[in-house]
């Protein structure tokens, strides 16, 4: 039964037992003399205790656990060997054999290269982490800042907030690759001191108390940093197949992982830096009331505020879209900061309140349609039955060569100076009547949120016509006033012609009539009868059908369908079924139905 012992080192506790103890004490004691005439030996050995400290916590479960001495062997193995130091050989007789050491291996981390920066260190530490030049990282993001417009700032504005600085020693060593051993601290630590030592001598000792100040808070990052996965790794002579099997799978999971953190961080960043574009070309401009604009605002029939609808909306994508974006980070960057649960929960909730606030705007725009209600103006035209009318659309300079009737929309000033809604929603419907004078009636409609304001937008609705002799000129487009906003304002045109009478459509007209017959007869005479419009000079086009596939033809000579067992023709000798089992004949002559049984 072993002796258990608690010690404290750099500050956190540990039951360890005799044996390992002893051979810990003869590890430091060594190390300790092996710096005796260091510069900077009491940082390095705080280093180095802060470290072993580290390694001790991440091989415990709990805080009753014992370190035994095989413990204390590992972290010798990751530390380095007392020979690498220049130490008494005989103190560690009883140390691993080389069969059982472990070369420790480093991966970089991200951190930001203050000492090295312009702005905030970013590029010089993504160069590091990248292993190129920062200039190459710095002439990347002034292309990519030009080449978006300016909003790859936003991008470095993210890095700089969310990637730590490396302030320790133990930091910018994790910076470069290198592992955090003894060598590498005493030679961070020496190069620190160098450095000062080359400086003037003003500010020597300023620069000296920044590196003990760096040098005493290693302990603090050597907690905060994870050293066992990105520290050094121990590969054993005797590991067997399937632990080699299982690194190799490892390595590829890690570089999918990689490759999808690579995917989100390309796929958040385009996502915020569109809608930041966005957001300022509607919410900004309608802010700043900016030319364009009130096209927004009167397609707005719920008079919602346009800024206020594009800012909820940036936040109910953009939100989602930062987080896949800091998601990419994460799996990249291992010691990316946290950005704490209060801003987590604060743009959670953020989020949930851009989503209600676009459901209420949706809701209220959707009421704006709910009620489509019309008035009608009918007045008698100086048309009779033995009259010929012609009929013209007068088109709007504004609307110019827009035949269709779905595809003109437009806000403009009017004679006035008044802005103005231009809509070339028009159908005109033709249809007999028996009164001895021809009537036009027009039907406006509009849409609202209640009945009331649904027929003060139609009555609003401004839309003209002109009979000069036998001519009716009609407009080719409504207006109404941009209060009344974008309302699915509608005008349809009904002429009521007396039995009799013959009128004439222009070319104008085509894509405003809502009688095929009239359509298809543009620029000819039709007649009006008890039946509508028909044309009785104009040629029928015969009806040509020419189908002809590997079971069906349709033409000139009949039908003939074919199937596996089956067939069945259709002309002008009859009709001809035939069967395996029947056979059906129907001409002149009557039915005859032959079967086999």
Known sequence: MNKTVNINLAGTFFHIDEDAYLKLQRYLEAIKRSFTDSQGRNEIIADIEARIAELFSERVQNDKQVIRIKEVEEVI?????????????????????????????????????????????????LGHYLGIDAVWVRLLWVLLTVGSGGTFIFIYILFWILVPEAITTAEKIMMTGDPVNI?????????????????????????????????????????????????????????????????????FFKIFAKFIGIIFIIVGAFALIALIISWFSVGIADIVHIPGMDFVNIAIAGNSPVWLASLLLFFAIGIPFFFLFYLGLKILVNNLKSIGNI???TLLGLWL???????????????????????????????????????????????????????????????????????????????STTDTLASISIEKSADGRNYDIAIDRAKKINYNYILKGQELRLDSYLSTHSKNKFSDQEIVVILYLPEGAVVKFNNNTKHYLNNRIASNYINQYLNVDEDGVICKDCDNDEFEVDIDTPNIKINENGIEIKGEKSSLKINDSGINAESEEVKVKIDGDGINIKSDN
Not at 99 to 119: E, G, H, M, P, V
Not at 233 to 243: L, N, R
Not at 357 to 381: C, D, M, P, Q
């Open 77 to 125: 193995s990751i530390m380095g060997q007392p020979e690498d130091y220049l130490v008494d050989d005989e103190i560690f007789e009883d140390e691993l054999q080389p069969a059982y050491q472990r070369k420790s291996s480093a991966s970089k981390k991200l951190f930001r290269d203050t000492d090295n920066s312009y702005i905030g260190g970013v590029a010089s530490g």
């Open 353 to 431: 309140f851009s989503i209600i606030g676009l459901v209420v705007i949706g809701l209220r725009e959707a009421s704006e349609h709910a009620f489509n209600e019309r008035i009608t103006e009918k007045k008698e035209l100086l048309i009779t039955a033995n009259d010929t009318l012609e009929i013209k659309m007068t088109e709007n300079d504004l609307l110019r060569n827009r035949y269709y009737r779905h595809d003109s929309f437009k806000v403009a000033n009017n004679e006035n100076g008044e802005k103005t809604i231009y809509r070339s929603d028009i159908s005109i419907i033709i249809k």
């Open 183 to 251: 060598s590498n601290i005493e030679k961070k630590i020496k190069d620190g001191f160098d450095t000062v030592s080359e400086t003037v001598s003003g500010v020597a000792k300023n620069v000296s108390d920044s590196v003990s100040g760096a040098a005493k808070n290693v302990s603090d990052a050597a907690k905060k940093a994870d050293f066992q996965r990105q520290g050094n790794k121990i590969k054993s002579s005797s590991k067997s197949f399937f632990d080699t099997l299982a690194d190799i799978i490892m390595f």
């Open 343 to 345: 801003a987590k929960f």
